[in-house]
């Protein structure tokens, strides 16, 4: 694809309409499964404890930058069925460079998420069942890869996101117990920053308020799963056309933009839902931890994390309330364990087929004559000798690369840092760190994308396009910040 040339899908199925839309939420509702995991359960508690509701403001600010990203991610792959990941792909041809821009931050961040979020999960079951925590950390690590690589991930999926409504229900109503005269909330509505901020405190807590970069990124993947717009499409299934063409074709096919408008209406309420649900559950754990934490001057830290996250509903349901917590712990865990270890593992899969296929065909392993775009169909020439072949079916083995990359870098390297660092504030903060430092390369890629290679109706307007601008800087400027102060500039 040149520069110049728009895409999209030559045809799209009607999109649903009235209560029909509702089946279409899947996808919203696992996202904001997925985004309860550490940002809220562990983070968030310690703002509130440490500052209270000063920084509810930059909550809902975030909240609504990760509507607009989420949705943009979304975007792209209901207009051209193709995920985001590919998206990125197209815009340089066969150097590639965007996906490493993607890929290798998204190394560190697998690892060093896995293993925090395992450490913090161990620390919960040593309350219910005293042992070595580091022994539960580890047997969840792997559980949860038996699950992904054999491919029972679907089953378990889907109960975890109806125990992951249990723990919002108890969260919630917790929350609406304890909660303090909405005079209170509304001050920490205002934007003000406290004389003692902290940056390097606060800055994991932005990095994973309700999704990081890479969470961002699977919204597209579960899009595509759900077929918004219609399936993931092949080369030949993508209408493509130069500046020039762009006028005949809306003219032509006013009813597939039609269509295209009304999924894309359809995905809008679907990113809304999934950032509501996790907006609402990230607010409640911040009024708990302002109104049950920080009176005790307790902000949760080290391998005793869940031991003083407890005490949150503990304090307002006694003994029931501190199960509930336990489970819940577990429960958002476990399942977000389990979805950065299939979702990092397809993702990479995903990217080492694109970045190998430019040299596979320099090589003439595969057809030299293969567009990028079709690395899907591509297969060893017939003329390789047995060794060849084997290295090339391998490197084109996405299902293969993808349990490669689970068992590697989603349990074999999280578990070796887990033993050498064990604490998982420690290990999160550094993941936290390291996605909203990342989160602006995602951000200003995306919109590059939407805005010059899809089709002007079907394209983010000025509003939106001036929402990810903004926040992309956002998420820089704490990036930019953060690496001041380490430098000494702070």
């Given at each position: 694809?040149?520069?110049?040339?728009?895409?999209?899908?030559?045809?799209?199925?009607?999109?649903?309409?009235?209560?029909?839309?509702?089946?279409?939420?899947?996808?919203?509702?696992?996202?904001?499964?997925?985004?309860?995991?550490?940002?809220?359960?562990?983070?968030?508690?310690?703002?509130?404890?440490?500052?209270?509701?000063?920084?509810?403001?930059?909550?809902?600010?975030?909240?609504?930058?990760?509507?607009?990203?989420?949705?943009?991610?979304?975007?792209?792959?209901?207009?051209?069925?193709?995920?985001?990941?590919?998206?990125?792909?197209?815009?340089?041809?066969?150097?590639?460079?965007?996906?490493?821009?993607?890929?290798?931050?998204?190394?560190?961040?697998?690892?060093?998420?896995?293993?925090?979020?395992?450490?913090?999960?161990?620390?919960?079951?040593?309350?219910?069942?005293?042992?070595?925590?580091?022994?539960?950390?580890?047997?969840?690590?792997?559980?949860?890869?038996?699950?992904?690589?054999?491919?029972?991930?679907?089953?378990?999926?889907?109960?975890?996101s109806i125990l992951g409504g249990v723990l919002v229900l108890v969260v919630i109503v917790s929350?609406?117990?304890?909660?303090?005269?909405?005079?209170?909330?509304?001050?920490?509505?205002?934007?003000?920053?406290?004389?003692?901020?902290?940056?390097?405190?606060?800055?994991?807590?932005?990095?994973?308020?309700?999704a990081g970069a890479s969470g961002i990124m699977w919204f597209s993947y579960w899009v595509a799963?759900?077929?918004?717009?219609?399936?993931?499409?092949?080369?030949?299934?993508?209408?493509?056309?130069?500046?020039?063409?762009?006028?005949?074709?809306?003219?032509?096919?006013?009813?597939?933009?039609?269509?295209?408008?009304?999924?894309?209406?359809?995905?809008?309420?679907?990113?809304?839902?999934?950032?509501?649900?996790?907006?609402?559950?990230?607010?409640?754990?911040?009024?708990?931890?302002?109104?049950?934490?920080?009176?005790?001057?307790?902000?949760?830290?080290?391998?005793?994390?869940?031991?003083?996250?407890?005490?949150?509903?503990?304090g307002v349901w006694g003994e029931v309330g501190r199960w509930s917590l336990i489970v819940g712990?577990?429960?958002?865990?476990?399942?977000?364990?389990?979805?950065?270890?299939?979702?990092?593992?397809?993702?990479?899969?995903?990217?080492?087929?694109?970045?190998?296929?430019?040299?596979?065909?320099?090589?003439?392993?595969?057809?030299?004559?293969?567009?990028?775009?079709?690395?899907?169909?591509?297969?060893?020439?017939?003329?390789?000798?047995?060794?060849?072949?084997?290295?090339?079916?391998?490197?084109?083995?996405?299902?293969?690369?993808?349990?490669?990359?689970?068992?590697?870098?989603?349990?074999?390297?999280?578990?070796?840092?887990?033993?050498?660092?064990?604490?998982?504030?420690?290990?999160?903060?550094?993941?936290?760190?390291?996605?909203?430092?990342?989160?602006?390369?995602?951000?200003?890629?995306?919109?590059?994308?939407?805005?010059?290679?899809?089709?002007?109706?079907?394209?983010?307007?000025?509003?939106?396009?001036?929402?990810?601008?903004?926040?992309?800087?956002?998420?820089?400027?704490?990036?930019?910040?953060?690496?001041?102060?380490?430098?000494?500039?702070?």
């Amino acid at each position: 694809m040149s520069v110049k040339e728009k895409a999209r899908r030559k045809d799209s199925p009607k999109a649903p309409k009235g209560f029909d839309r509702l089946k279409w939420y899947g996808p919203g509702l696992l996202w904001m499964v997925s985004a309860v995991g550490s940002g809220s359960v562990l983070f968030t508690p310690r703002v509130g404890s440490r500052y209270g509701y000063e920084f509810l403001w930059m909550a809902l600010i975030f909240m609504f930058f990760m509507w607009v990203m989420i949705r943009e991610v979304g975007r792209y792959t209901v207009v051209t069925g193709k995920t985001i990941f590919e998206g990125y792909r197209d815009i340089s041809g066969s150097t590639n460079w965007p996906l490493y821009f993607i890929i290798i931050p998204q190394f560190l961040a697998a690892v060093v998420t896995i293993a925090g979020i395992a450490a913090l999960a161990g620390s919960a079951m040593m309350i219910a069942y005293p042992w070595q925590y580091e022994y539960y950390a580890t047997g969840l690590i792997l559980l949860c890869l038996l699950l992904v690589v054999t491919g029972k991930y679907a089953t378990i999926e889907r109960v975890t996101s109806i125990l992951g409504g249990v723990l919002v229900l108890v969260v919630i109503v917790s929350a609406i117990v304890v909660l303090p005269d909405i005079g209170k909330l509304a001050q920490g509505a205002v934007p003000s920053i406290p004389s003692d901020i902290d940056v390097d405190f606060v800055i994991p807590w932005v990095g994973f308020i309700l999704a990081g970069a890479s969470g961002i990124m699977w919204f597209s993947y579960w899009v595509a799963a759900r077929a918004y717009g219609g399936e993931l499409t092949s080369l030949e299934e993508v209408k493509t056309f130069s500046y020039e063409d762009e006028k005949h074709d809306i003219t032509e096919h006013k009813g597939t933009y039609s269509q295209l408008r009304r999924w894309l209406r359809t995905m809008t309420v679907t990113a809304l839902v999934g950032v509501v649900g996790g907006g609402l559950i990230l607010i409640s754990f911040l009024i708990l931890g302002a109104e049950l934490l920080q009176p005790e001057g307790l902000i949760p830290e080290g391998i005793d994390v869940a031991k003083d996250l407890t005490k949150l509903l503990s304090g307002v349901w006694g003994e029931v309330g501190r199960w509930s917590l336990i489970v819940g712990i577990l429960i958002a865990l476990v399942g977000t364990i389990l979805s950065n270890q299939d979702g990092y593992g397809r993702m990479f899969a995903d990217g080492t087929v694109i970045l190998a296929l430019p040299y596979l065909q320099k090589k003439k392993l595969v057809d030299p004559e293969l567009p990028l775009a079709a690395e899907n169909k591509a297969k060893p020439t017939d003329d390789l000798s047995g060794r060849k072949k084997k290295f090339t079916s391998f490197i084109l083995n996405k299902e293969l690369l993808r349990i490669i990359y689970a068992v590697a870098l989603g349990a074999i390297v999280p578990i070796i840092v887990f033993f050498i660092v064990k604490d998982p504030v420690e290990i999160l903060s550094v993941a936290g760190t390291v996605a909203a430092v990342h989160t602006p390369v995602v951000v200003f890629l995306t919109l590059y994308l939407n805005r010059t290679r899809l089709p002007a109706p079907l394209r983010p307007g000025k509003f939106i396009t001036a929402a990810m601008w903004l926040s992309g800087f956002a998420y820089g400027a704490f990036a930019v910040f953060h690496f001041a102060t380490l430098g000494g500039g702070g």
